[in-house]
């Protein structure tokens, strides 16, 4: 069963840094790509990053662009967002995600594998 899991969230400091995991297992993942995406309490899921397996080009949303970075392992099939200077805003539970997206990969409707979701919580 293909299945993807997250690990790393948790309290942090404003300005801090975090480290997410994520890791495929269950299938060849070659031709997908891996999202993070985020929710807040009362808000929408939104976007944060994606990368492909396949060249590791990579896109951001514009409210974590030079703070945020989205990596992956291959051989260990594990993809990781390194969060650095963390606010507030970034207070959310963070959800893991693998797909065979079009050229963006925004939507989380494009990903059909989807984690559980770890809680990154940023205190001011």
């Known amino acids: 069963q293909a299945q993807v899991l997250e690990s790393g969230g948790g309290l942090v400091q404003a300005g801090g840094s975090l480290r997410l995991s994520c890791t495929a297992s269950?299938?060849?993942?070659?031709?997908?790509?891996m999202g993070w995406f985020r929710q807040a309490p009362g808000e929408e899921r939104e976007f944060v990053a994606r990368i492909r397996w396949s060249d590791g080009s990579t896109y951001y949303a514009d409210s974590v662009k030079g703070r945020f970075t989205i990596s992956r392992h291959n051989t260990q099939n594990t993809v990781y967002l390194q969060m650095n200077n963390l606010k507030p805003e970034d207070t959310a539970v963070y959800y893991c995600?693998?797909?065979?997206?079009?050229?963006?990969?925004?939507?989380?409707?494009?990903?059909?594998?989807r984690g559980q979701g770890t809680q990154v919580t940023v205190s001011s």
């Open positions: 995600a693998a797909g065979r997206i079009g050229r963006l990969g925004i939507s989380f409707s494009e990903y059909d594998y």
């Open positions: 269950g299938r060849t993942f070659l031709n997908y790509a």
